[in-house]
């Protein structure tokens, strides 16, 4: 038969039949601008060469920080790539520095695909599906991610009939979900690569850290390979060299500061709570929900759902279309006030103390807005084990004694470190500008009670009151934005 080239994958140009299968590289390389050259090899290509994984390259990794931040048009697709090729390092690094592990090829396969299929089961938008909109559209519903990612996991895998073993989903399932207790004959410490339920110290957070700095522009002040490489197994447990917890505390600091400047920025919230309306009124009609108990609906779910939206012309969901225009013309829901908590009045967190109809029962005599005006946004931010310093939780080792583990106290790091680790934020916003200072104000009144109530009742917390941001404060005479006209001048 005479030789054929043909164009594979974008990667080679050598045709399958020119070559004896038996001696053929099946492996392929991708440049990643974060990782340079990575290896996939036919286990990963099969899992990615599938529809059910070419969809994460419509979900953006960032989700709506994107309409704020232009750079952050990254997608879940090279996150995950990323995550795949870094478990397979760090598994590979512990199987030649510690061969005594007993690293087998199972335990290597098994962790690079769970890196790989870790957040399959992302929505749109990413967080904003499952953190905003699922539980308004079902209220009561526990459901996450990770739930969805086990789900077309199998999916994937029926579907494109890939020859996995039952054994081998199921232990990739569990380490997708992540475990801080022994499961089964597992090796516990492989447990720790890609969901670290222990102390948060793993790869999904090496490649998403670096790669939200690198594409918003943001710098990044810890070195993750230097982590990788100063680690090993001690006691069936993932630590560190002692001369890295400082990397760790910047590690931890790098994506708190992610948080608070980007994940969470108030434009970007602002455009998140359009989405999610412009989504529930859709709901009804396009069965949005419905989707994350059937793996085929759900395959097809991208952030298209928007143009979807956009392109239908039915006129139940003509509110859901002017909503998206009003993001198109920047038209966007406003930033009212927030409120830093202090840690006495955590407890007045959630929408039992603090809601739109509270805030509303606040207007004064020339108000006008109602509830529908207002949004809540009830925001934790913290270094990743919600009030605790996730560094006390590592376990370290010295280079004159690599047998034996011991933690470190944030004391002995620097004394420049922070004396609380999470942060309770409430945001108020409304989908009508115009009303802006009438919200702030009712707000503030609301604010102002409860603490008073707070330290009425308990003398002791003094510290329970909230003092106005002045830099937050709208004034009186507030002009109104004037609706965005443009026009082009062809006149010159």
């Given at each position: 038969?005479?030789?054929?080239?043909?164009?594979?994958?974008?990667?080679?140009?050598?045709?399958?039949?020119?070559?004896?299968?038996?001696?053929?590289?099946?492996?392929?390389?991708?440049?990643?601008?974060?990782?340079?050259?990575?290896?996939?090899?036919?286990?990963?290509?099969?899992?990615?060469?599938?529809?059910?994984?070419?969809?994460?390259?419509?979900?953006?990794?960032m989700g709506s920080?994107?309409?704020?931040?232009?750079?952050?048009?990254?997608?879940?697709?090279?996150?995950?790539?990323?995550?795949?090729?870094?478990?397979?390092?760090?598994?590979?690094?512990?199987?030649?520095?510690?061969?005594?592990?007993?690293?087998?090829?199972?335990?290597?396969?098994?962790?690079?695909?769970a890196g790989l299929c870790?957040?399959?089961?992302?929505?749109p938008f990413s967080h904003v599906f499952d953190n905003e909109f699922i539980p308004r559209a079902c209220p009561g519903m526990i459901w996450s991610h990770e739930e969805g990612s086990e789900m077309m996991l199998h999916h994937t895998i029926d579907e494109n009939h890939i020859d996995i073993d039952e054994g081998d989903i199921t232990f990739i399932k569990q380490l997708i979900r992540g475990s801080s207790q022994p499961v089964g004959d597992e090796k516990m410490f492989l447990f720790d690569i890609v969901a670290n339920k222990r102390n948060g110290v793993d790869v999904d957070k090496f490649d998403y850290i670096q790669r939200d700095c690198y594409n918003v522009g943001v710098n990044s002040s810890y070195d993750f390979q230097r982590l990788m490489l100063n680690s090993r197994v001690i006691d069936d447990e993932v630590c560190y060299n002692a001369?890295?917890?400082?990397?760790?505390?910047?590690?931890?600091?790098?994506?708190?500061?992610?948080?608070?400047?980007?994940?969470?920025?108030?434009?970007?919230?602002?455009?998140?709570f359009m989405i999610v309306d412009a989504l529930l009124i859709a709901d009804p009609v396009l069965k949005i929900s419905?989707?994350?108990?059937?793996?085929?609906?759900?395959?097809?779910?991208?952030?298209?759902?928007?143009?979807?939206?956009?392109?239908?012309?039915?006129?139940?969901?003509?509110?859901?279309?002017?909503?998206?225009?009003?993001?198109?013309?920047?038209?966007?829901?406003?930033?009212?006030?927030?409120?830093?908590?202090?840690?006495?009045?955590?407890?007045?967190?959630?929408?039992?103390c603090i809601n739109e109809a509270k805030i509303v029962g606040y207007r004064s005599d020339n108000d006008d807005f109602v509830e529908r005006d207002v949004l809540i946004d009830f925001c934790l931010i913290h270094y990743g084990m919600r009030r605790d310093n996730p560094v006390d939780r590592i376990n370290f080792y010295s280079k004159y004694n690599t047998a034996e583990k011991f933690p470190i106290s944030s004391g002995l790091i620097s004394l420049c470190v922070p004396e609380k680790y999470e942060e309770r934020i409430i945001r108020i916003f409304t989908r009508t500008p115009s009303k802006r200072g009438q919200i702030q104000g009712a707000a503030r009144r609301l604010m102002e009670e409860l603490s008073s109530r707070i330290v009425a009742s308990s003398p002791s917390n003094s510290s329970a009151h909230i003092t106005p941001n002045r830099g937050l404060t709208l004034p009186n005479n507030l002009p109104q934005s004037p609706v965005k006209r443009r026009r082009l001048d062809f006149s010159m």
């Open positions: 038969m005479n030789s054929r080239t043909l164009l594979r994958r974008g990667y080679t140009q050598v045709s399958d039949l020119d070559c004896d299968a038996d001696k053929r590289d099946s492996s392929k390389y991708v440049n990643d601008p974060i990782h340079g050259y990575i290896n996939l090899d036919e286990q990963v290509l099969q899992l990615i060469d599938t529809p059910q994984f070419q969809r994460l390259r419509h979900l953006k990794q920080s994107y309409f704020v931040f232009p750079g952050a048009s990254h997608n879940r697709f090279e996150h995950c790539v990323g995550t795949s090729y870094l478990a397979s390092e760090v598994v590979k690094g512990f199987a030649q520095r510690q061969p005594e592990l007993g690293i087998d090829e199972r335990d290597s396969r098994c962790v690079t695909l870790h957040d399959l089961g992302h929505g001369k890295e917890a400082f990397n760790l505390t910047e590690m931890f600091h790098t994506r708190y500061s992610l948080h608070k400047r980007v994940y969470s920025h108030r434009a970007a919230k602002a455009i998140e419905q989707s994350i108990t059937s793996p085929h609906m759900y395959q097809s779910l991208t952030d298209e759902i928007v143009r979807d939206i956009e392109r239908s012309s039915a006129p139940e969901l003509r509110e859901a279309r002017d909503i998206i225009a009003r993001i198109h013309t920047r038209d966007i829901y406003k930033f009212v006030d927030e409120y830093i908590l202090p840690a006495d009045m955590a407890s007045i967190s959630n929408n039992t």
